[in-house]
């Protein structure tokens, strides 16, 4: 699995100018998966979700469940919200 979120973190909305880019994201995704080969799963599903933006749509690409696919995705988000913070901050 990938980096665990810290027990104290706590997703909040940010600012529209505070949010990442899309080639933040997809490199974000890229090098963890370099760093970490067990993220292929949700590399791989949240790649999907930025090209096709719809749980349907993935859910008849994939056949994996969509209460499944809502997990991840969930995780995923978080994830990256706590990615983007690090980078703000500066941090490794």
């Given at each position: ?20 880019t899309l080639d933040w994201i997809t ?61 703000k901050n500066y941090e490794?």
């Open positions: 699995m990938f980096q665990e979120l810290p027990i104290n973190y706590d997703p909040k909305d940010q600012k529209y100018d505070e949010l990442p490199e974000t995704l890229d090098n963890e998966l370099i760093h970490n080969t067990t993220f292929w799963y949700n590399h791989g599903i949240y790649t999907l979700y930025l090209q096709h933006k719809k749980l349907e749509t993935l859910h008849r690409l994939t056949k994996i469940p969509k209460y499944s696919l809502r997990i991840t995705l969930k995780e995923m988000k978080e994830w990256l919200n706590y990615k983007w913070k690090q980078y490794k």
